[in-house]
C-alpha cells in the first residue's frame, strides 16, 4: 500500500517514464525521468533518443551519452564488431588496432555527425569515445533489464 500510494496522486499514475502522445492518440513512452540529462546551459537532454539513433548505425553497436551539467554532450561508443572487422579487411587495418585507428575513429566520426544532423544543436555529440567491448550485465555496465547504469560513468 505504501509503494502504491508513493506513485499514484490525485488519479494519476507517477511511473518516472517520459513520453507524447502520437497524431493517434497513443501514449509512446520516450525515456525515464531519471536519465534526463540537464546541461550546463540548463537544457533538458533525453539520452535514449539520442543512443537509439546511435544505435541504427550499423557500425556502431552501443551507445551512451553522457553530459549532466557539462557544457556539451559526450558518447561512449562499442563497434558491430561483424561490420567494424570488415571496414578494417577492406581498408587494411590489422584486427589489431581496430578500437584506436585514425580511419575507424573518423567513420564513427562521421557517423556521429551524420546523426547530429537530426538533432537540435543542443543535443549533439560533440566529442566520443571508442570502447573495446559491449557493455555487459557481467562487467556491471547494465541492469538486468540491458539498460546502462549511467552512474557509472
Known amino acids: 500500500p505504501q509503494a502504491t500510494a508513493e506513485v499514484l496522486k490525485e488519479g494519476w499514475l507517477y511511473s518516472g517514464d517520459i513520453g ?12 525515464r525521468k531519471k536519465d534526463i540529462i540537464v546541461t550546463s546551459g540548463g537544457k533538458n537532454v533525453a539520452p535514449q ?14 551507445a551512451m551519452v553522457y553530459g549532466d551539467k557539462k557544457n556539451y554532450l559526450t558518447a561512449l561508443i562499442t ?4 561490420e567494424a572487422l570488415k571496414f578494417a579487411k577492406n581498408n587494411h587495418i590489422e584486427e589489431a588496432q581496430i578500437f584506436s585507428h585514425p580511419k575507424i ?6 557517423l556521429i555527425a551524420e546523426t547530429n ?33 549511467k552512474i557509472l560513468f
Open 20 to 31: 507524447h502522445l502520437t497524431e493517434k492518440g497513443n501514449l509512446k513512452i520516450t525515456d
Open 105 to 110: 575513429e573518423k567513420l564513427i566520426a562521421d
Open 117 to 149: 544532423k537530426a538533432l537540435p544543436s543542443f543535443e549533439t555529440i560533440k566529442k566520443f569515445r571508442i570502447l573495446k567491448n559491449d557493455f555487459s550485465i557481467e562487467t556491471g555496465e547494465l541492469t538486468p533489464s540491458l539498460k546502462v547504469k
Open 79 to 82: 563497434l558491430n564488431l561483424e
Open 49 to 62: 533518443k539520442i543512443e537509439n539513433l546511435l544505435k541504427t548505425q550499423r557500425y556502431i553497436s552501443q
